[in-house]
């Protein structure tokens, strides 16, 4: 089973996930983008965001290779919607990758929790409009997903009904 949480920055993305890897035994692709810029101390320029998706394609096929259950913190759905907005165009191969991968469910988050500063982040007023962009790439590729929302609580009272989770 392979599960992929998508959506605006500070999200809960990663909190999730690595919630899911844990409790549940999932396999974590992290994200790759803030291990790369952290280890960089850069402002990403468009090669920086190509390389970055190609990093997290990497992780992922690597992950579907080696383990059953797989969840990731994003995957290339953001780097597509990356390169739109801050560079107007997107590789073909990037686009291809992602709408040939297969996911049986992407967990959209919703951006209705308060947004945290971090010097990677850098739309906290554009959260809504972002997330539109996501659930109609969504739509348009027919992938399938859920819309996780709410409090900490009920995000993971959401994808543990989904998954059909015991409480931990």
């Given at each position: 089973m392979k599960i992929v949480f998508t959506g605006p920055e500070s999200t809960g993305k990663s909190i999730i996930s690595s919630w899911l890897s844990t409790t549940s035994g999932f396999y974590l692709v992290p994200e790759i983008a803030r291990p790369y810029l952290e280890s960089r101390n850069i402002i990403p320029q468009y090669h920086d965001v190509w390389e970055i998706g190609l990093l997290q394609y990497w992780e992922e096929m690597y992950a579907?290779?080696?383990?059953?259950?797989?969840?990731?913190?994003?995957?290339?759905?953001?780097?597509?919607?990356?390169?739109?907005?801050?560079?107007?165009?997107?590789?073909?191969?990037?686009?291809?990758?992602?709408?040939?991968?297969?996911?049986?469910?992407?967990?959209?988050?919703?951006?209705?929790?308060?947004?945290?500063?971090?010097?990677?982040?850098?739309?906290?007023?554009?959260?809504?409009?972002?997330?539109?962009?996501?659930?109609s790439k969504l739509n348009d590729a027919g992938k399938p997903y859920r819309i996780i929302e709410g409090d900490w609580s009920n995000r993971k009272k959401l994808v543990r009904d989904y998954l059909n989770l015991q409480d931990k």
């Open positions: 579907q290779q080696h383990f059953s259950d797989v969840v990731c913190d994003t995957d290339l759905l953001t780097i597509i919607i990356w390169m739109e907005e801050k560079f107007g165009r997107c590789e073909a191969f990037i686009e291809e990758r992602w709408r040939n991968s297969i996911a049986d469910m992407y967990m959209l988050c919703r951006p209705d929790i308060p947004w945290e500063p971090d010097p990677l982040r850098e739309n906290p007023y554009d959260r809504d409009r972002l997330f539109d962009i996501h659930k």
